[in-house]
């Protein structure tokens, strides 16, 4: 089963920039989509930014359209989700996904 780490996150003021990383381990990310999803405070999880790669377009959460861009790094088996002009509201847990697996999470928090 592949296992999926997350690094990356922290406090940002509002306008700065943090990048997201997911690692795998166990497995690679070898098909199918990946994923990045966000979890803000007594809210249900949500899909963030999707990509699937190929001909199709990667998908986006209308908030965050032009502010967030999902990629990977094969290489390294890695998915990144570099996020900027950040705002409060973007504060939330950020979760990567790859098929079933989800990784444990991580503390995105927008603030002054």
């Known amino acids: 089963q592949v296992q999926l780490v997350e690094s990356g996150g922290g406090l940002v003021q509002p306008g700065g920039s943090l990048r997201l990383s997911c690692v795998a381990s166990g497995g690679t990310f070898s098909s199918g989509p990946m994923s990045w999803w966000r979890q803000k405070l007594g809210k249900n999880r949500e899909l963030v930014a999707l990509?699937?790669?190929?001909?199709?377009?990667?998908y986006y959460l209308d908030s965050v359209k032009g502010r967030f861009t999902i990629s990977r790094d094969s290489a390294k088996n890695t998915l990144i989700l570099q996020m900027s002009s950040l705002k409060v509201e973007d504060t939330a847990v950020y979760y990567c996904r790859y098929l079933d697996n989800w990784g444990q999470g991580i503390s995105v928090i927008v603030s002054s």
């Open positions: 990509i699937v790669g190929g001909a199709d377009g990667d």
